[in-house]
């Protein structure tokens, strides 16, 4: 009984923590659209906002999901860690922990050649980052 109420709050201080890692981003998803688009809204017949907009929205979105992506990562570093620490010599804690690592430095090299392969794209294509 006691160790359900410990994982449920435990889920909890979990799910709390993300959503307060996350507000920063909400708070700045106007800058995931490009400033001509906010200039001229969505009205019909804008020319300022096409294709070109789009594409760059997408990579906003591509990279913001990166950093998010980083900052679970982060979390997974110290979890894995802690069951490492916290092993008190079980070879299965220590073989979890050891997973849990290496399965995030694993995403982690997934991560960052998604981020190349999204800059390499970006310059192949010629969009200029833009600067806020």
């Known amino acids: 009984m006691f160790r359900k109420v410990l994982k449920q709050k435990s889920a909890l201080a979990l799910l709390v ?3 307060m890692a996350l507000l ?20 019909a017949g804008t020319e ?15 990279f913001l999901l990166m950093g998010v992506a980083g900052s679970i990562a982060l979390a997974l570093f110290v979890y894995g860690g ?9 070879s299965e804690r220590i073989s979890k922990g050891k997973t849990i690592i290496v399965q995030t ?3 982690l090299v997934i991560i960052f050649g ?13 969009f200029q980052e833009e600067k806020s």
């Not at 920063?24 to 009205?43: H, Q, T």
């Not at 300022?48 to 591509?62: T, W």
């Not at 802690?82 to 079980?90: A, H, M, Q, R």
């Not at 392969?117 to 294509?125: E, M, P, T």
């Open 17 to 19: 923590s993300t959503a």
């Open 24 to 43: 920063p981003s909400v708070a700045r998803a106007i800058e995931l659209i490009p400033e001509p688009c906010r200039r001229a809204g969505f009205a």
């Open 48 to 62: 300022e906002c096409g294709l070109p907009q789009l594409l760059q929205v997408l990579i906003n979105v591509g």
């Open 82 to 90: 802690f069951v490492w620490l916290t092993s008190g010599g079980s």
């Open 105 to 107: 430095v694993i995403a």
């Open 114 to 126: 998604a981020a190349t392969g999204i800059r390499f794209l970006q310059g192949a294509l010629g």
